[in-house]
């Protein structure tokens, strides 16, 4: 639970932060002057888009969080029997920042209106992701075939919820990318797709460090990271 506060209480931080930025202290009516003349007048807004993928990341950290702390508090209980991690998992890792490195090389390439590009990284960025989701599957194959079932055992149970939970997030931004490979495909300007892409790598950069997070975690790494957390906030 106290995890979960000074998260929520680092979300407040940032969004006091961010409306900090929009001048909602400012009082119009007793400025004069053109718009551009007034102090800060001239900052840059945020696109509503890039506004609504940091309010989901929020809402998806959250989520992630609060199943990291129920992760962590129940495998303390006595019949927690951790499960082999699937040293296929290390691979599929490999695969996610390849993927995430073509999406950010997409990005800058938009930068310099480098269409060819833009579709290099945006195709193998999605192709490298429907590699790492084929090969969580893969992994959830070998561990059935071991014996290692969802009711098995509560380590099993949030192992298959944890990755499940993560690939479905993926699947969610694979459509996305979908369908700003294919504006691009059919020819999209440049400048209308920067956007697009950007959003795209910031997701695809959130979902990277995420399953970094989960995979420490799974693999018992972040074991003593938690240890000292809990002795910090209790």
């Known amino acids: 639970m106290s995890a979960i506060i000074l998260f929520l209480a680092v979300l407040a931080m940032i969004a006091g932060w961010w409306l900090s930025q929009q001048r909602l202290t400012a009082k119009p009516w007793l400025e004069e002057g053109t718009v551009g003349d007034f102090p800060g007048g001239d900052s840059m807004t945020w696109p509503a888009a890039k506004v609504g993928l940091g309010v989901f990341l929020a809402v998806a950290s959250a989520l992630f969080v609060l199943f990291i702390s129920a992760y962590s508090m129940r495998m303390s209980v006595v019949d927690w029997r951790p499960l082999p991690v699937p040293r296929l998992l290390w691979v599929n890792t490999g695969v996610l920042v390849l993927s995430s490195v073509a999406l950010q090389w997409s990005y800058v390439a938009a930068g310099r209106h480098d269409t060819e590009s833009v579709m290099v990284g945006l195709l193998v960025g999605g192709a490298s992701a429907v590699i790492f989701l084929a090969g969580q599957l893969l992994a959830w194959q070998r561990l059935g075939a071991a014996g290692y079932f969802v009711a098995s055992n509560p380590a099993n149970s949030f192992f298959y919820l944890l990755t499940a939970v993560h690939g479905l997030h993926l699947t969610g931004g694979l459509v996305a990318l979908g369908r700003t490979s294919a504006r691009m495909w059919r020819g999209a300007e440049i400048a ?19 399953w970094l997070v989960l995979l420490g975690l799974l693999t018992g790494w972040t074991d003593n990271f938690v240890d000292i957390c809990r002795q910090l906030l209790s």
């Open 192 to 210: 209308e797709m920067r956007l697009s892409v950007e959003l795209c790598a910031i997701y695809w950069h959130f979902l990277l460090l995420v």
